[in-house]
DNA sequence: TGTAAACTAATGACATGTCATTTAAAATGA
DNA sequence: TCATTTTAAATGACATGTCATTAGTTTACA
């Protein structure tokens, strides 16, 4: 039967795939449980990682913001445009150099930012009551050897979760 | 300077903060450098995962199919019409039970099948010179700890790649 | 001084993922 | 036997992510 065969696989490759599946499946169930939480207040994942980036380094160009998101490469005009709609970030060229938009967060921003905080430390927590901090230590530490080789690890050196 | 203040913390939060990016991360940047490769054959990576779930478990249902998918929850019916008109796989309908689809790989996708596995284990060597084979047992079994109290475990049981 | 190159942002087009709703078929129970 | 419930699949609507192209501004260089 075969599912059965591949069940007793124990081949370096196997635990290789096995790696690939699990990784992706955690981050997924990971994004969807914050998901969850972050439409009670009105926001997606993205948004949030974006006013979480605004908190901490405003007024900032739409470039530099680009680099610094895991969710999305490039420009992330559109994503910005709906949040603007939305009311979370006000957004302006900049008179130096027109080809410069700044970005900043709003009144309403900075009160979703504060929402924001506590469901992630929520959801830190539940992480906590299942991985010992050596042992999240030890993932991301392990994982960085990975991430070291490409261009992902300057977006992750600039938000601080890699070292040089 | 609101970026130093973070470099230095080492509280468990942050510890579980740079955990969740890592992860996302690690997922992103597996997820690209496969899609590249697969980009090449013509497929995308969920097309990948329906192609390889199809060649174990066929002729299967969209439903279970769908259960099966680690990329996609529900019925995946789009996804599947665009692998159906682009060759790979045949549907029709059940003599049975007319509520239930049934799929099985076409010729073309018994062929791409075997361009897929190539490229997976092209993969698998860049990640096994990165990573021994014991390291990735471990995260597997780490990350496991989360992923057996949601129901994503089942799919990863039907798939393989969790134990009971 | 004027042109070309480089840079930033926006847009087009498409696939994907999510959530809700609708449609059609089968099962259940009175 | 018929009405209701359940099930499987499809569709609507939208956000997101990717890649390519376009438009406008600034810089560099001859």
Redesign the interface.
Known sequence: M??EV??I?QD??Y?????????????????RLLQEEYKKIGISSSQSEVIQVLK??EPISLKKLGELL?CEEGSPSRLIDRMVKAGFINKYRSEEDSRYVLLELSEKGREIYEKIVRI??E??KK??N??S?D??????Q??????M??P?CQ??RG????EK
């Open positions: 075969k599912g591949s069940k696989r370096s490759s635990v290789t795939e096995q790696f690939r599946y699990i990784i992706l499946a955690t981050q997924r169930l990971g994004s901490e380094w895991l992630d430390q959801f830190y992480l906590e299942i991985f901090e042992e999240m230590k030890q993932v991301n392990l994982l960085s050897k990975f991430l080789r490409y992902v977006t992750l938000r601080n979760f890699l």
